[in-house]
């Protein structure tokens, strides 16, 4: 196995993920598979030795992303 | 799922792959062995004395680009507390059961640790302001959801983080005078007299420090205000 292999697995992880996010028809679980594909691209940028950038992308889309798309539909959900 | 979406699908997917790895690969080619990126890693250290090469283009090479970074969040927390201004906080939120609370209150100081050392250790290792910054706001997050609005609301204010993160930006602006006092570029850093240190302490890189605390405030408040704003609207405006 070549040190590219598990590179590319995390890449086809980061597409499957992507497009759950897009996919998935409940807004919770999209915004949780959202934050995978946070994780996700924070390990692919990890493999690339950019770890300012992955440190970056880990607070902010696992981090304050999911909190803020939570709060939001929180409240812009009608309440019956 | 629709015919139109798969064919959507069938059409986007393989042009996002295929324009990623172009673009990966001509990136890969056409940068220059001599150009500013060989300058800064040969250069970096003699220069400013910061290890970490990134956080010295971020903030002693490209500065000013980073602190037009710093205004394009200040610009969108203007923006969003102007969009809710004057909405009450949600004053009937209880927060979390007793246990959690009482857990949270003894490991907030333990969560303090890792944003402040990301931030004073921007220019030794990876991390800086920003990353650290963000971490703090996640944190205001934290009381507010664990603690309830109704007790964090007391002194965690919308409006007290936004005269904090003013101020912090205005500590940018005012470090990066001291170059032009000096009849040199805004934003110098070693030229403009701020010690380089010893290479590797924990005091050193000169103004880039001082630049990465300023940042990690100004991130913390403005990121945490806007979560602020966003909880105290009532979604029906």
Redesign the interface.
């Known amino acids: 196995m070549t040190p590219e292999v598990p590179y590319y697995m995390v890449l086809g992880l980061v597409?499957v993920c992507a497009?759950g996010a897009v996919?998935i028809r409940g807004y919770i679980t999209s915004i949780i598979v959202l934050s995978i594909f946070s994780i996700t691209v924070t390990v692919s940028f990890a493999f690339l030795r950019a770890?300012?950038v992955?440190?970056?992308e880990a607070?902010?889309g696992a981090?304050?992303m999911t909190?803020?798309f939570v709060?939001?539909i929180g409240?812009?959900r009608r309440r019956s | 799922m629709k015919l139109r979406h798969l064919a959507g699908l069938a059409l986007s997917v393989p042009t996002a792959l295929g324009l990623g790895a172009l673009l990966l690969s001509e990136a890969v080619v056409t940068s220059p062995p001599d150009g500013p990126a060989a300058h800064y890693l040969r250069n970096s250290i003699a220069d400013s004395g910061a290890i970490n090469v990134v956080t010295t283009v971020l903030l002693d090479y490209r500065a000013f680009d980073t602190l037009g970074e710093a205004s394009v969040i200040l610009a969108s927390v203007a923006a969003i507390s102007a969009l809710f201004a004057g909405a009450a906080p949600d004053r009937s939120e209880q927060g979390l059961s007793i246990l959690v609370k009482t857990s949270v209150g003894y490991l907030t100081a333990v969560f303090w640790i890792f944003p402040i050392y990301i931030v004073f250790h921007g220019h030794l290792s990876p991390g800086g302001g920003f990353q650290g910054g963000v971490s703090l706001a996640v944190l205001v997050i934290l009381v507010y959801v664990v603690f309830g609005s109704r007790r964090a609301s007391a002194w965690l204010t919308s409006s007290r983080l936004h005269v904090t993160e003013s101020a912090s930006a205005f500590g940018f602006l005012l470090l990066g005078t001291v170059g032009i006092a000096q009849g040199l570029a805004f934003l110098t850093n070693a030229a403009a007299g701020f010690p380089t240190g010893s290479t590797g302490n924990l005091l050193s890189g000169g103004v880039i420090p001082l630049l990465n605390l300023a940042i990690g405030i100004k991130v913390a408040a403005g990121l945490g205000s806007i979560y602020l704003d966003i909880l105290s609207s009532d979604g029906s405006r």
């Open positions: 597409v497009l996919l770890v300012d992955a440190m970056a607070v902010i981090g304050l909190a803020v709060t939001a409240k812009t």
